[in-house]
């Protein structure tokens, strides 16, 4: 057994590093266009990966997760705009404007049952695109707010690219380290249960609200590099479609991985990007997979596949147990 432990390590270890190899690499490879398309599906990546530890680990069913990300952009690219904040800065605060504002729909909703979160999260994020439209004196509207870039000194993408795929890895590693810590372990007990939870113990409300900032938090820094990359932000990037989007990629990838997440996020992004040429069909072919995946594959398809090779999972995990117990 100890065997199987010391390849299943050294497979992880060794087809992490040849991933992360391609992954820099890439650019040198990719034209232009094709370099864009993978900014934007890292973009997604991190969008979905958070969600996921949102929604696959704390249970916590938001459909505010893109209102996060715009008041990300919006606070960075207001901030540049009226006040000349620079673009790094305007991100950094723009992330903890996001957190804030978690936390105070954390302090309002997180004791209402997770249909009654759904409603109002959805509500939320309805209502603050409504307002930055409609205030488009302040913040343009539909004009668009214009930003300034992040790399003024040049107009590669390669910055860019390596800036979002860094960004992804941190992210990836800090929400790692939380699942697999006793935050971790309270957040899935009170997504099992949370009568249970608090039962032995486990402040509830207090965990809750912190996995919800910790995730509005990385969606507002995900929606800062996206405003300062495209360098002009509309209220059109929180539609309720950009959220259905992200909610298909992270259930296609599996809401309880959070790397399945994130490749699902990479690869959705990247195949309807490819299937352009289909236009309507394209997202037929989705809706399809989609609802393929939700009847026969409740925890995502990419997930199963990364716990056939790697041997993970939860009965993996209740076996381990099981053997150190014994």
């Given at each position: 057994m100890k065997t199987n432990d010391r390849r299943t390590r050294l497979l992880k270890w060794t087809s992490g590093i040849l991933i992360l190899i391609l992954l820099v690499v890439a650019p040198i490879f990719l034209p232009d266009y094709w370099l864009h398309v993978s900014i934007i599906s890292l973009f997604y990546a991190l969008m979905a990966s958070s969600w996921s530890l949102l929604a696959g680990?704390?249970?916590?069913?938001?459909?505010?997760?893109?209102?996060?990300?715009?008041?990300?952009?919006?606070?960075?690219?207001?901030?540049?705009?009226?006040?000349?904040?620079?673009?790094?800065?305007?991100?950094?605060?723009?992330?903890?404007?996001s957190g804030f504002?978690?936390?105070?729909?954390?302090?309002?909703?997180?004791?209402?049952?997770?249909?009654?979160?759904?409603?109002?999260?959805?509500?939320?994020?309805e209502i603050l695109r409504i307002v930055i439209k409609s205030e488009h004196m302040f913040t343009r509207g539909d004009k668009g707010l214009r930003?300034?870039?992040?790399?003024?000194?040049?107009?590669?993408?390669?910055?860019?690219?390596?800036?979002?795929?860094?960004?992804?890895?941190?992210?990836?590693?800090?929400?790692?380290w939380i699942v697999r810590s006793r935050i971790g372990i309270f957040l899935r007990a009170i997504r099992e249960d949370e009568t249970a939870a608090a039962?032995?113990?486990?402040?509830?409300?207090?965990?809750?609200?912190?996995?919800?900032?910790?995730t509005s938090m990385i969606a507002g820094l995900a929606g800062g590099f996206y405003a300062h990359y495209t360098s002009i932000i509309t209220p059109n990037i929180m539609v309720l479609l950009q959220m259905d989007l992200l909610l298909a990629m992270a259930i296609i990838g599996g809401m309880e991985s959070l790397v399945a997440a994130a490749i699902g996020g990479f690869i959705i992004e990247y195949s309807l990007e490819v299937l352009r040429v289909l236009e309507f069909w394209r997202m037929v072919a989705f809706g399809v997979l989609l609802v393929v995946t939700l009847r026969f594959a409740q925890n995502g398809l990419i997930a199963p596949l990364l716990n056939r090779i790697y041997g993970g999972g939860p009965k993996a995990e209740l076996r381990k147990r099981e053997e150190e117990a014994a």
């Open positions: 680990y704390a249970g916590l069913f938001s459909l505010a997760h893109i209102a996060f990300m715009g008041i990300g952009a919006y606070t960075s690219g207001l901030l540049g705009y009226y006040l000349g904040v620079p673009p790094v800065l305007g991100i950094i605060v723009g992330t903890l404007a504002v978690g936390l105070i729909i954390g302090f309002l909703c997180l004791r209402l049952k997770s249909t009654y979160l759904a409603l109002f999260t959805i509500a939320f994020a930003l300034d870039p992040i790399f003024p000194d040049t107009i590669s993408r390669v910055p860019y690219y390596y800036l979002i795929l860094a960004l992804l890895l941190v992210c990836l590693a800090f929400m790692f039962a032995r113990g486990v402040d509830v409300v207090k965990y809750k609200i912190l996995a919800f900032i910790i």
